[in-house]
Nanobody, 132 residues
Framework: QVQLVESGGGSVQTGGSLRLSCAAF??????????MAWFRQAPGKAREGVAV????????HYADSVEQRFTISRDNAKNMVYLDMTDLKAEDTGLYFCAADMRVPVAVIIRRQVVRSDFGFWGQGTGVTVSS
């Protein structure tokens, strides 16, 4: 069982930056073998995949809407995953969730455009509000 705890959300003005963190607990070993992802859910909308990073941190993928603005990274020694968000826009507002799993190869996750069903472990989310 893996427990994920997100932090770092808050309110920021358009064009600002935030760093979200995800701490993993309860896994028998390090998170090295887990694919990790960030999802977000805006009010009234479905949860969407934002970014994914594979277990070895050699492969990442981003939603088109955040490409070149967001960066996902991981520190397996610390069991941490991060999402660095820059040039934030109002449409980035939402609840951001950390997710983990190892069942599906990252190539498949990417081909499926990072969908919820490929991840079995979820955090409670951290809120991000971007306003002008």
């Amino acid at each position: 069982q893996v427990q994920l705890v997100e932090s770092g959300g808050g309110s920021v003005q358009t064009g600002g930056s935030l760093r979200l963190s995800c701490a993993a607990f309860g896994y028998a070993f390090s998170i090295y073998y887990l694919n990790m992802a960030w999802f977000r859910q805006a009010p009234g909308k479905a949860r969407e995949g934002v970014a994914v990073i594979n277990s070895g941190a050699r492969e990442t993928h981003y939603a088109d809407s955040v490409e070149q603005r967001f960066t996902i990274s991981r520190d397996n020694a610390k069991n941490m995953v991060y999402l660095d968000m820059t040039d934030l826009k109002a449409e980035d507002t939402g609840l951001y969730f950390c997710a983990a799993d190892m069942r599906v190869p990252v190539a498949v996750i990417i081909r499926r455009q990072v969908v919820r069903s490929d991840f079995g472990f979820w955090g409670q989310g951290t809120g991000v509000t971007v306003s002008s």
